[in-house]
């Protein structure tokens, strides 16, 4: 079942739309501020993201701008605001779509549709290799060697981030929001951990590390 991630705080407009989507086969997971959103985002793996602008707590730009630091998973803005310049913010941000309230049920179901395709068809290629590691972020599976390699789902939060963004710092501040949720951006020594055991499980020497490496005080880089 496709699980669908709906970040809005108007409580009685997401009760109606989720028992709307509901009655179209989908799974719809609920938070009504955008610290909920974030945490949800990380923790229930959602296929779309549906996502209010105005939200308390971090605003849906925020939300939006979190979700992006680690997932490429479908964010479709749905806002009262009918600014253009509003929209062009949103898209610039990393939106997929952008839907006006009100709206019908059957437009929105087809928005869902349309970038869940586009998911589906990026998800083909979405595997990252480095020496004898391959990642493939679709399937949530990584191999070494050839052999699957077990992961605990925060090793995985960690490795599938780091992956998506091969080449390039993350800092500690954002795995950890990401990956534990806000609240936990202090906890650098949850990441220390996490990391040691990723690198006993995937890196030929993990003393030496290769490919998921530190940069003192700051964050980690996955280097293919």
């Known amino acids: 079942m496709t699980r669908i991630l709906l970040i809005d705080d108007d409580r009685a407009f997401a009760r109606a739309l989720s028992i709307g989507l509901g009655a179209h086969g989908f799974e719809v997971v609920v938070a009504h501020d955008g610290t909920q959103g ?14 209010d602008l105005g939200l ?10 979190a979700v992006r630091a680690w997932s490429s998973v479908p964010v479709i803005v749905l806002s009262a605001r009918h600014q253009s310049g ?90 950890l929001s990401q990956v534990w949720g806000p609240g936990y951006e202090g906890e650098s020594e949850y990441l220390r951990t996490v990391l040691l055991r990723i690198r006993r499980k995937l890196e030929p020497d993990p003393s030496a590390p ?7 005080g700051v964050g980690y880089r996955f280097t293919p």
């Open 38 to 51: 974030i945490v949800e985002a990380s923790r229930a793996h959602p296929d779309a993201v549906l996502l």
């Open 56 to 65: 308390p707590g971090h605003t849906g730009m925020e939300v939006l701008e």
């Open 86 to 175: 509003a929209k062009v913010a949103a898209l610039d941000a990393g939106a997929d779509d952008y839907v006006t309230k009100p709206f019908g049920i059957e437009e929105l179901l087809a928005r869902i549709r349309a970038a869940l395709r586009r998911s589906s068809s990026d998800a083909d290629t979405a595997v990252v290799s480095a020496g004898d590691l391959q990642i493939d972020l679709a399937a949530r599976r990584v191999e070494r060697s050839g052999e699957v390699v077990h992961l605990t789902p925060k090793e995985w939060d960690v490795v599938a981030i780091l992956a998506r963004h091969a080449g390039h710092l993350v800092t500690q501040r954002d795995l």
């Open 210 to 216: 290769r490919h998921f490496i530190t940069e003192p």
